[in-house]
């Protein structure tokens, strides 16, 4: 699957380099692909994408303007793109449980556990232990949903606010 973060990373690691024209042209892809992502939700989802999408548009051009004087800007920044994009796929990963198709609701959640760790990471909370316990309890009910297994309406539930108060945890 494509995911901003590969452009994110790339950005990381070009400004590391001093490659900073580099980082801009990243930036700006991770920004369009937000973007898109935006255009296919609704409501909040599409709000918070576009604003993740505008974050990353002003560190490119504060980068660009030589403003930005280590790498902490851009992990900020990545940490507002894993937390949005985190939120947009628990919302998919809802609708999905929504339609009892259980298997999307799975793969949903998988993305959304991924991002979540990597806000984890991006946040310096990665070793925090209730931020491992949800990842990995979400992680696990997820595969199994990706099998056909289905879920309990309860389990949902706790399974989902568990997700947002992590969110809450690392942002």
Not at 16 to 21: G, I
Not at 124 to 147: G, H, N, S, Y
């Amino acid at each position: 699957r494509h995911e901003a973060q590969e452009s994110l990373d790339r950005a990381r690691l070009a400004f590391q380099r001093k490659y900073f024209d580099l980082v801009g042209s990243e930036l700006s892809d991770a920004a369009g692909f937000l973007r898109i992502e935006a255009q296919e939700s609704e409501g909040e989802p599409h709000k918070e994408l576009r604003r993740a999408a505008d974050v990353l548009d002003v560190a490119a051009a504060r980068v660009a303007r030589g403003q930005v004087k280590d790498v902490a800007t851009l992990d900020r920044a990545s940490l507002e793109v894993n937390t949005t994009e985190a939120k947009f796929h628990l919302v998919r990963a809802k609708d999905a449980i929504a339609k009892r198709d259980n298997v999307r609701a799975g793969e949903e959640l998988i993305m959304c556990v991924d991002h979540l760790e990597r806000a984890a990471r991006d946040a310096r909370r990665a070793d925090d232990p209730a931020v491992q316990t949800v990842i990995a309890e979400v992680r696990t009910l997820a595969r199994e949903m990706t099998k056909g297994m289905g879920v309990v309406p309860d389990e949902v539930t706790r399974m989902t606010e568990a997700v947002e108060s992590v969110v809450a945890r690392v942002w």
